[in-house]
């Protein structure tokens, strides 16, 4: 079993910043490949961003030079730094892990308005 704990959402304006961060805690971190998934209001759930177990990295295309995603093995943690927010980044946010199993976070709020 994984538990997965997203933060740093929050409402910011567009052009602005923000890092979210997922600690998975019950099991091997290293060993699960990672990713975001964003979910908009009357839209599907898409992938915004992942990161394997041996660091191999994948963006969408529409957040590609934006946003950056690594992790931190000794912290069992992951983490998306999000740049140059636009509206359309306005989503829930889930944390998400795989290895034989996959497990989600409870998700956080990201808002860009001004």
């Known amino acids: 079993q994984v538990q997965l704990v997203e933060s740093g959402g929050g409402l910011v304006q567009p052009g602005g910043s923000l890092r979210l961060s997922c600690v998975a805690s019950?099991?091997?971190?290293?060993?699960?490949?990672m990713g975001w998934y964003r979910q908009a209001p009357g839209k599907q759930r898409e992938l915004v961003a992942s990161?394997?177990?041996?660091?191999?990295?994948k963006y969408a295309d529409s957040v590609k030079g934006r946003f950056t995603i690594y992790r931190n093995n000794a912290e069992n943690t992951v983490y998306l730094q999000m740049n140059s927010l636009k509206p359309d980044d306005t989503a829930v946010y889930y944390c998400?892990?795989?290895?034989?199993?996959?497990?989600w976070g409870q998700g956080t709020q990201v808002t860009v308005s001004s």
């Open positions: 019950g099991s091997i971190f290293r060993v699960y490949d």
């Open positions: 990161i394997t177990s041996d660091d191999t990295t």
């Open positions: 998400n892990a795989v290895n034989f199993e996959e497990y």
